[in-house]
């Protein structure tokens, strides 16, 4: 017999304890059946009926009832079961395994499913490996959580929690596995069935033991003592005051008198929460077992910080406290302070830095102090705060480079000779807070560049010995690193420690090579100081902006790429917030959802069932609206649905030879022009669009178009373009009736259609044509459910379709016909962004040209980027060739990106441009390369280096202008003076780094009378 085992983090994170009890007088314990040897009930309810043979087996808490197949229970629920209030649990041992396929109901109330107005509770495993909680008789007023790692012979925990007014959720092993908010009209029904459906036709076929039913909602700490097999003793806290009125960011004082009725033997937290927000967990002074019995005590004052992203709106809320792991004997809500919540902080503050009497200040104090362990890092350097390294700052300062100065304290620090004898190094970090999670590090890794030519793997681990709560696999940090131009390749990466020590391990990449142990020169650690804080500090004045778009590939990435574990709510928001600190402190504005796997969505109410435990939406939307971060939801391709009910045979794709087209995964590929097909991606859509329907922070839904995986002709068997798939009998039926050609094939199937085609370049034209246009309006539909929805909306298309590779025979625009695409027919949309990918050969030769009349879109790939400044190139030339108004870059192994200094300095600049056409810079250039690159954006100029080497640009202006006119570089705030060269000439020198964009202002401080002064042509 087997045990799951339950890891359960409460106050201190005491082990689970082996004894168990849970005394009749426990306050809201409206049934509780132990099942020891008899399925009458502690406080002596008998069962109503025993329906087929029981047994007794043993289970975790001493004995528990064996249900086998037919066998059931009912006992009155009168008294037992309160449909308005409560929470049911048990421990359950099946004799099935989570993917039988079969139905198995655990637990329900005597009214009928099959009507929605009879309100049934039915908790059940689905066919599909779900265990799944409805109440209020709707499928949509439900929580389920996957099943299919159960096995027969296991034990499992599971509860399930309800409240008519605020929402249900879902439980097992200890942990929150799904939450959904609904409200609904509770109905009691006569008696509750144990093992069994309504009428006894689907029974459990498995154990049970220590069943109980409460006539309120239990907490989580509370699920998880009860799962933990720990006692639930009486403890509250009886009064709270703090301030009226409060801020978010704000540290507040907070005083609390509590009351035991009964000994408390061990530590525990009290959990905060504001407006039902939960904001902070505190270990009270005194501690819990000091307190006496029957005794009111007076709490020392704690320090609470409002989180900076709430979701909550200004407005009075409550203030309120618990004692976690422990019952009160309130059943409604304990007492609230009342508190006025003051408009949310929409980002956190950017550090300002100015120059006084040769030294710099922050915030009225010096910017390096004599601390220990005080510095900064630039370009991977790390400058100590002593006399060279304050002069070093200031220099940085007046080059308008010292924002891309990190100031932060050296942790630890390893070299070539201090790898251990499995190949990876071992440094310390830095953690705070009571669930040892760290503030942001900075982990800095310099090696030579032909140690690995193909590339590095680059993953970091905690190494603390006590990881408790959090999977042993999640990285913190992994990345890849791709040599550049220069010799020593070094890099940069953030991430969040979760212990006082990580291990980092590299390996090399490629074929012959993988795996293998590499040693690196240096890598260091460092704790940043100026944390969270705003990147982005100069946006154009009115008009359309750019924006700088993050998209983790997996929803999950978002959850665990921040240190920290566990999955309640309050840790999910942390998380969260964590996320959204780190988009501004790099400057993205926007986060993309992208929704990678098979047959699961992210979100709950869906046609799909969510796959992880939790609603990414209702837990991520009401924080980034009070962030002021964007998001935008993607359906992914519809080949992760192939098993879709509403598919048939005929929904996929088929090649020249007949055979059904398969993705990377094995998937079939669904045929995009099929109106079957079609239909279902506007299902998934709209249900995006209700699920997002109250939120201002979402400006656009996609839909992903991949050459690889899917809604697109698919490339097949590793071949780069599409122009053998698609030739299906209904899709040859459908071209013929559209263009009114007859083909020919003489019976010889889709390979005779293809070279019957192919041998006439005016039919093959009109093939793909007629292809394509029936992608267009695919996208147009979807753009019209989109708009019809919230006409402020746009769609987003995720079009990762090829471009070709150099020395390739197909050009770029025949390519794309072939996935059934054509960028002419979207020139003139309105409403729709087709973010075209840049691959990792993009340059001034490559260009995706996907332009519509929103603007350019673009996106690459993290992993694609090389090391050092050479990571900016492909951003840079996209700025050249592309003009994008939208920039998305993709993490496929981490949310976090990595090269995060690098990547912050170009945000800067990028999100500085005004979102206009470039006009040709009227004027001279020197020196005159083709690497130096200068346009005017209505009144700022973009100067580009594209060199790997700094230059001094030099603008030389045709037209007189006035003296006191200047440059205004809206990423440092520094001030680029003219000079004069000649007669009324003036001159501006503009320095810049290798591969650097620059956003100059054109700063006119007092207006001329007459006509105005241009800087730009007036032709294109």
Same mark, same amino acid.
């Given at each position: 017999?087997?045990?799951?085992?339950?890891?359960?983090?409460?106050?201190?994170?005491?082990?689970?304890?082996?004894?168990?009890?849970?005394?009749?007088?426990?306050?809201?314990?409206?049934?509780?059946?132990?099942?020891?040897?008899?399925?009458?009930?502690?406080?002596?309810?008998?069962?109503?009926?025993?329906?087929?043979?029981?047994?007794?087996?043993?289970?975790?808490?001493?004995?528990?009832?064996?249900?086998?197949?037919?066998?059931?229970?009912?006992?009155?629920?009168?008294?037992?079961?309160?449909?308005?209030?409560?929470?049911?649990?048990?421990?359950?041992?099946?004799?099935?395994?989570?993917?039988?396929?079969?139905?198995?109901?655990?637990?329900?109330?005597?009214?009928?499913?099959?009507?929605?107005?009879?309100?049934?509770?039915?908790?059940?495993?689905?066919?599909?490996?779900?265990?799944?909680?409805?109440?209020?008789?709707?499928?949509?007023?439900?929580?389920?959580?996957?099943?299919?790692?159960?096995?027969?012979?296991?034990?499992?925990?599971?509860?399930?929690?309800?409240?008519?007014?605020?929402?249900?959720?879902?439980?097992?092993?200890?942990?929150?596995?799904?939450?959904?908010?609904?409200?609904?009209?509770?109905?009691?029904?006569?008696?509750?069935?144990?093992?069994?459906?309504?009428?006894?036709?689907?029974?459990?076929?498995?154990?049970?033991?220590?069943?109980?039913?409460?006539?309120?909602?239990?907490?989580?700490?509370?699920?998880?003592?009860?799962?933990?097999?720990?006692?639930?003793?009486?403890?509250?806290?009886?009064?709270?005051?703090?301030?009226?009125?409060?801020?978010?960011?704000?540290?507040?004082?907070?005083?609390?008198?509590?009351?035991?009725?009964?000994?408390?033997?061990?530590?525990?937290?009290?959990?905060?929460?504001?407006?039902?927000?939960?904001?902070?967990?505190?270990?009270?002074?005194?501690?819990?077992?000091?307190?006496?019995?029957?005794?009111?005590?007076?709490?020392?004052?704690?320090?609470?910080?409002?989180?900076?992203?709430?979701?909550?709106?200004?407005?009075?809320?409550?203030?309120?406290?618990?004692?976690?792991?422990?019952?009160?004997?309130?059943?409604?809500?304990?007492?609230?302070?009342?508190?006025?919540?003051?408009?949310?902080?929409?980002?956190?503050?950017?550090?300002?830095?100015?120059?006084?009497?040769?030294?710099?200040?922050?915030?009225?104090?010096?910017?390096?102090?004599?601390?220990?362990?005080?510095?900064?890092?630039?370009?991977?350097?790390?400058?100590?705060?002593?006399?060279?390294?304050?002069?070093?700052?200031?220099?940085?300062?007046?080059?308008?480079?010292?924002?891309?100065?990190?100031?932060?304290?050296?942790?630890?620090?390893?070299?070539?000779?201090?790898?251990?004898?499995?190949?990876?190094?071992?440094?310390?970090?830095?953690?705070?807070?009571?669930?040892?999670?760290?503030?942001?590090?900075?982990?800095?890794?310099?090696?030579?560049?032909?140690?690995?030519?193909?590339?590095?793997?680059?993953?970091?681990?905690?190494?603390?010995?006590?990881?408790?709560?959090?999977?042993?696999?999640?990285?913190?940090?992994?990345?890849?690193?791709?040599?550049?131009?220069?010799?020593?390749?070094?890099?940069?990466?953030?991430?969040?420690?979760?212990?006082?020590?990580?291990?980092?391990?590299?390996?090399?990449?490629?074929?012959?090579?993988?795996?293998?142990?590499?040693?690196?020169?240096?890598?260091?650690?460092?704790?940043?100081?100026?944390?969270?804080?705003?990147?982005?500090?100069?946006?154009?004045?009115?008009?359309?902006?750019?924006?700088?778009?993050?998209?983790?590939?997996?929803?999950?990435?978002?959850?665990?790429?921040?240190?920290?574990?566990?999955?309640?709510?309050?840790?999910?928001?942390?998380?969260?917030?964590?996320?959204?600190?780190?988009?501004?402190?790099?400057?993205?504005?926007?986060?993309?959802?992208?929704?990678?796997?098979?047959?699961?969505?992210?979100?709950?109410?869906?046609?799909?069932?969510?796959?992880?435990?939790?609603?990414?939406?209702?837990?991520?939307?009401?924080?980034?609206?009070?962030?002021?971060?964007?998001?935008?939801?993607?359906?992914?391709?519809?080949?992760?649905?192939?098993?879709?009910?509403?598919?048939?045979?005929?929904?996929?794709?088929?090649?020249?030879?007949?055979?059904?087209?398969?993705?990377?995964?094995?998937?079939?590929?669904?045929?995009?022009?099929?109106?079957?097909?079609?239909?279902?991606?506007?299902?998934?859509?709209?249900?995006?669009?209700?699920?997002?329907?109250?939120?201002?922070?979402?400006?656009?839904?996609?839909?992903?178009?991949?050459?690889?995986?899917?809604?697109?002709?698919?490339?097949?068997?590793?071949?780069?373009?599409?122009?053998?798939?698609?030739?299906?009998?209904?899709?040859?039926?459908?071209?013929?009736?559209?263009?009114?050609?007859?083909?020919?094939?003489?019976?010889?199937?889709?390979?005779?259609?293809?070279?019957?085609?192919?041998?006439?370049?005016?039919?093959?034209?009109?093939?793909?044509?007629?292809?394509?246009?029936?992608?267009?309006?695919?996208?147009?539909?979807?753009?019209?459910?989109?708009?019809?929805?919230?006409?402020?909306?746009?769609?987003?298309?995720?079009?990762?379709?090829?471009?070709?590779?150099?020395?390739?025979?197909?050009?770029?625009?025949?390519?794309?016909?072939?996935?059934?695409?054509?960028?002419?027919?979207?020139?003139?949309?309105? =409403?729709?962004? $087709? @973010?075209?990918?840049?691959? !990792?050969?993009?340059?001034?030769? /490559? %260009?995706?040209? &996907?332009?519509?009349?929103?603007?350019?879109?673009?996106?690459?790939?993290?992993?694609?980027?090389?090391?050092?400044?050479?990571?900016?190139?492909?951003?840079?030339?996209?700025?050249?060739?592309?003009?994008?108004?939208?920039?998305?870059?993709?993490?496929?192994?981490?949310?976090?990106?990595?090269?995060?200094?690098?990547?912050?300095?170009?945000?800067?600049?990028?999100?500085?441009?005004?979102?206009?056409?470039?006009?040709?810079?009227?004027?001279?250039?020197?020196?005159?390369?083709?690497?130096?690159?200068?346009?005017?954006? =209505?009144?700022? $100029? @973009?100067?580009?280096?594209? !060199?790997?080497?700094?230059?001094? /640009? %030099?603008?030389? &202006?045709?037209?007189?202008?006035?003296?006191?006119?200047?440059?205004?570089?809206?990423?440092?705030?520094?001030?680029?003076?003219?000079?004069?060269?000649?007669?009324?000439?003036?001159?501006?020198?503009?320095?810049?780094?290798?591969?650097?964009?620059?956003?100059?202002?054109?700063?006119?401080?007092?207006?001329?009378?007459?006509?105005?002064?241009?800087?730009?042509?007036?032709?294109?």
């Amino acid at each position: 017999m087997r045990y799951r085992a339950i890891v359960v983090l409460l106050g201190l994170g005491l082990a689970a304890s082996v004894a168990f009890a849970t005394p009749a007088e426990t306050p809201g314990l409206a049934f509780h059946a132990s099942y020891d040897d008899t399925v009458v009930a502690v406080s002596g309810a008998e069962p109503l009926e025993v329906h087929g043979e029981v047994a007794y087996v043993k289970a975790p808490t001493g004995k528990g009832v064996s249900l086998s197949e037919g066998s059931w229970l009912a006992y009155p629920a009168a008294g037992h079961l309160d449909k308005s209030a409560g929470s049911l649990l048990f421990w359950v041992q099946p004799q099935w395994h989570g993917g039988d396929g079969k139905r198995h109901t655990l637990f329900s109330d005597s009214a009928p499913t099959h009507n929605p107005a009879f309100n049934s509770f039915h908790l059940f495993k689905t066919p599909s490996a779900t265990l799944e909680f409805v109440v209020g008789g709707l499928a949509e007023q439900s929580v389920s959580t996957s099943v299919a790692d159960w096995t027969a012979g296991e034990w499992h925990h599971v509860a399930v929690t309800w409240d008519c007014r605020q929402g249900i959720a879902l439980y097992v092993d200890g942990q929150e596995a799904g939450t959904r908010q609904l409200l609904y009209e509770p109905q009691q029904w006569p008696a509750v069935h144990v093992g069994a459906d309504y009428d006894g036709s689907v029974t459990a076929s498995a154990a049970l033991a220590e069943l109980m039913l409460f006539d309120r909602r239990l907490r989580t700490d509370q699920v998880q003592a009860l799962a933990a097999r720990l006692p639930l003793p009486i403890a509250e806290i009886i009064e709270i005051a703090a301030p009226t009125a409060v801020r978010a960011g704000q540290t507040i004082s907070v005083q609390m008198r509590a009351l035991a009725t009964e000994p408390l033997d061990q530590p525990h937290a009290l959990l905060l929460s504001l407006g039902g927000v939960p904001i902070a967990r505190v270990m009270p002074q005194p501690q819990a077992q000091t307190w006496p019995e029957e005794q009111a005590v007076e709490l020392d004052p704690v320090s609470v910080q409002i989180p900076d992203y709430l979701p909550l709106m200004t407005g009075q809320y409550g203030l309120q406290a618990v004692v976690e792991g422990t019952m009160s004997t309130l059943r409604d809500d304990p007492p609230a302070a009342p508190v006025a919540l003051a408009a949310a902080s929409r980002m956190s503050p950017s550090t300002t830095i100015e120059l006084r009497d040769g030294e710099l200040f922050s915030g009225g104090e010096p910017w390096l102090a004599e601390e220990s362990g005080l510095g900064f890092v630039h370009e991977g350097r790390f400058y100590p705060a002593d006399e060279a390294g304050r002069a070093t700052a200031v220099r940085l300062y007046q080059r308008g480079q010292i924002r891309e100065a990190l100031r932060c304290v050296s942790v630890a620090e390893a070299t070539r000779e201090a790898v251990q004898e499995d190949g990876s190094y071992l440094l310390k970090t830095e953690v705070d807070g009571d669930d040892d999670s760290g503030s942001a590090h900075l982990l800095v890794v310099e090696m030579d560049t032909d140690v690995a030519p193909s590339g590095v793997s680059l993953q970091v681990r905690s190494a603390s010995e006590e990881e408790e709560g959090r999977p042993a696999d999640r990285l913190l940090v992994w990345a890849t690193l791709k040599p550049g131009s220069d010799r020593l390749m070094q890099e940069q990466f953030l991430f969040y420690p979760t212990g006082d020590a990580c291990q980092v391990r590299l390996s090399r990449l490629g074929e012959t090579e993988a795996g293998q142990a590499v040693t690196a020169r240096r890598i260091a650690v460092y704790r940043l100081v100026d944390y969270p804080s705003q990147n982005v500090i100069g946006l154009p004045e009115g008009g359309l902006r750019r924006t700088l778009a993050l998209m983790p590939v997996h929803a999950e990435q978002i959850y665990d790429s921040f240190g920290v574990g566990g999955r309640e709510r309050m840790q999910r928001q942390l998380s969260l917030r964590r996320m959204l600190d780190y988009m501004q402190f790099l400057g993205f504005d926007r986060l993309v959802l992208h929704a990678g796997g098979s047959m699961y969505s992210y979100y709950d109410g869906g046609m799909l069932p969510n796959a992880w435990r939790w609603d990414l939406l209702e837990d991520l939307l009401p924080l980034a609206e009070a962030a002021d971060v964007q998001v935008v939801p993607v359906v992914p391709p519809l080949s992760s649905f192939d098993r879709l009910f509403s598919f048939s045979a005929d929904s996929f794709l088929l090649d020249i030879h007949g055979e059904t087209v398969r993705d990377r995964s094995g998937n079939r590929c669904p045929n995009p022009l099929r109106p079957e097909v079609q239909k279902q991606m506007m299902v998934f859509l709209d249900e995006l669009c209700t699920r997002t329907a109250d939120y201002s922070c979402v400006p656009a839904l996609g839909i992903t178009v991949d050459g690889a995986t899917g809604t697109c002709m698919v490339s097949a068997g590793g071949e780069q373009t599409a122009d053998r798939v698609g030739y299906s009998e209904w899709d040859l039926d459908q071209f013929q009736a559209a263009s009114g050609l007859a083909l020919d094939t003489r019976g010889g199937g889709p390979i005779a259609a293809y070279y019957l085609l192919q041998n006439s370049p005016e039919h093959w034209q009109q093939w793909l044509e007629f292809r394509c246009r029936q992608s267009h309006d695919l996208c147009t539909k979807c753009r019209d459910l989109v708009v019809s929805r919230n006409p402020r909306r746009t769609l987003y298309v995720d079009s990762r379709l090829p471009v070709p590779v150099a020395g390739a025979e197909v050009a770029e625009g025949e390519l794309l016909r072939c996935h059934g695409y054509d960028s002419e027919m979207f020139a003139t949309e309105r =409403g729709i962004h $087709l @973010a075209a990918w840049l691959g !990792g050969e993009y340059g001034p030769e /490559v %260009r995706p040209g &996907f332009a519509t009349s929103a603007g350019s879109v673009l996106q690459l790939e993290a992993g694609d980027m090389a090391t050092g400044r050479d990571m900016l190139l492909p951003l840079l030339h996209a700025i050249i060739s592309d003009n994008p108004y939208w920039l998305t870059v993709r993490s496929s192994l981490d949310a976090k990106v990595g090269r995060e200094p690098a990547l912050r300095e170009f945000a800067r600049a990028y999100r500085a441009l005004p979102a206009t056409p470039g006009q040709p810079f009227e004027g001279e250039v020197a020196p005159a390369r083709e690497d130096i690159w200068v346009r005017v954006f =209505g009144d700022s $100029l @973009a100067v580009i280096n594209l !060199g790997d080497k700094p230059q001094t /640009v %030099r603008l030389e &202006f045709r037209r007189p202008l006035p003296f006191d006119m200047y440059l205004l570089d809206q990423c440092s705030g520094q001030k680029i003076r003219f000079t004069r060269v000649g007669g009324d000439r003036l001159q501006a020198r503009v320095p810049t780094q290798a591969y650097e964009m620059r956003t100059l202002k054109i700063v006119e401080p007092m207006p001329q009378r007459g006509p105005g002064v241009g800087l730009r042509s007036s032709g294109g």
